[in-house]
């Protein structure tokens, strides 16, 4: 993942989904002007056929493999997105008791969730035991001690998972790379298997899987077969130290196209058997998880905003800013890590284009959601714009910053379109707050 500059292509991903008829800008047939009207901007708009063919390529890719896509809820959780993720038989891979809620709500079966994270609280672990989740991932040998303990205050046994950190480079932005020794995740392969005779031995716990994970948009597929060739070893030590393994969770990492990419990413089909190559060595009989989180909703998602002015900066040359209604409030991704997000037209211009840069109201320099791009020099106040792959990492990272209240969420299908999340009002950032 690449900062953005003026010298990136200005491409606008593909879709299916989001596309032109007669000039403007639709979903699923829906006019965005029309939705803009009904429900105002700042508004993340998801295409639903989007989600349902993101999941069959994820699927598809995985062949014959006995498998389960665990999606990873941290990209996008709205409820209505997760039902309908439910509805074609995925499951979860969540980071916090709220996500377990979310998950458990949405109808998603607990036999089908995981549960990662470096820190998971008590009160989380009692949640994830009393849901009776499929298994609790480990990441360090004081997690597991406490999950033990847990369990056994309950007369149980808590199935576990241990993810393991495989110290392969996954080529990818520093701050989604997840499977270095200098990350914060994951037991390295040593104190992993160190383990072995005290998760054996407990009455309290039960060693599910072995998992991994090394990172997001991983550019090449050669780190992630490696890494599940290391992982599918370590399985094959713990089934012949007598461990009941019943899966081998080889993590995310599945790409999708920001617009900013200088030569394609590898297909979904390409990380399948990438993944089937590296589980030559596996033991026979395990399923295999896979944790796909921005694939399946990243690019189903986008966020509609609306200019509010267009303002002339100093300097040689002056800078152009268009103003708009959204923010790093709304898509923090471009201010925390200059991550690229592609700006299109809601309405289709003839008009000579020039650099721009699209930035938000709120008081911060890095309020910006694009930089340098080539935009329509008659672009003024009320013209709507659509910032591509928003529909992963964009609610879920929203802020309430400036008191700007959460923007609306908009559900499309062939058929109709609905708000699958009410604009919050300014009154309703203070309902917790005691005067």
Partial sequence: MRAASENDPQEVPPSRFFRRETGALSVEGHALSAIADEVGTPTYVYSRSALTAAYEEVTQAMGTLPHLVAYAIKANGNLAILRHLASLGCGADIVSAGELWRATRAGIPPSKIVFSGVGKRDEEIEAALEADIRAIHVESEPELERVAEIAKRRGAAARVALRVNPDVDAKTHPYIATGLHDTKFGLELPRARALLPRLLGSPHLLLEGVA??????????????????????????????????????????????????????????????????????????????????????????????????????????????????????????????????????????????????????????????????????????????????????????????????????????EESFRVVRRRASVASLSLLEEE
């Fill in 212 to 413: 991994c994970h090394i990172g997001s948009q991983l550019e090449t597929t050669a780190p992630l077969t490696e890494a599940v060739a290391l992982l599918s070893d370590f399985a094959r030590e713990c089934v012949e130290a007598g461990a009941p393994l019943r899966s081998i969770d080889v993590g995310g990492g599945w790409p999708m196209a920001y617009g900013n990419e200088h030569a394609p990413y590898p297909s979904h089909q390409a990380f399948g058997d990438a993944i089937r190559s590296g589980l030559q060595n596996a033991p026979d009989g395990l399923e295999v998880i896979t944790e796909p989180g921005r694939a399946l909703v990243g690019d189903a998602g986008a966020l509609l905003t609306r200019v509010i002015y267009v303002k002339r900066g100093g300097g040689e040359p002056a800078r152009r800013f268009v103003i708009v209604d959204a923010a790093m409030t709304e898509l923090i991704r471009p201010a925390l890590y200059e991550a690229y997000h592609a700006v299109d037209l809601v309405e289709e211009s003839a008009a000579a284009r020039a650099p721009a840069d699209v930035v938000g109201p709120v008081c911060e320099s890095g309020d910006f959601l694009a930089l340098g791009r080539h935009l329509p020099v008659d672009l003024t106040r009320g013209d709507l714009l659509l910032i591509r792959g928003a529909g992963a990492y964009g609610r879920e990272m929203a802020s309430a910053y400036n008191a700007r209240p959460p923007a609306a969420e908009v559900l499309a299908d």
